[in-house]
């Protein structure tokens, strides 16, 4: 598990996607407390995303969930990624840092 890069650390959301409680639902598989992504139409851990730099993707959205020999798995499942603040995030850093509307505070996740 890896914390981001030097220069564009992982940030925590938890606090965050808690505070969503009109969103709450339940992780499918483990029943783990969660909130619906409005952009993947999913129940999501409410540590999604934070804190590390994992596969979030391939364990939590079913498109990444092969269950037979001829499904294909999206190349994005299989990519390590994490919140990071893009103000702080460093010019020099070998982070992509993704800018957009969705993912600002301002719109609910």
């Known amino acids: 598990m890896v914390p981001g890069n030097q220069g564009c650390p992982c ?3 938890v606090a965050t996607l808690s505070s969503l409680t009109e969103r709450s639902c339940e992780v499918a598989f483990t029943g783990d407390p969660g909130v619906l992504s409005k952009m993947a139409g999913f129940c999501v851990p409410i540590s999604y995303g934070s804190s590390k ?3 979030h993707d391939l364990h939590n959205d079913p498109a990444c969930f092969g269950d037979g020999d001829d499904i294909i798995i999206p190349a994005y499942c299989f990519r390590p990624w994490c919140y990071v603040d893009a ?11 993704y800018r ?3 993912f600002n505070i301002a719109s609910g996740v």
């Open 11 to 13: 940030i925590n959301e």
């Open 53 to 55: 730099c994992l596969q």
């Open 100 to 102: 957009s509307d969705y």
């Open 87 to 97: 103000d702080v995030c460093a010019r020099e850093s070998n982070e992509r840092v």
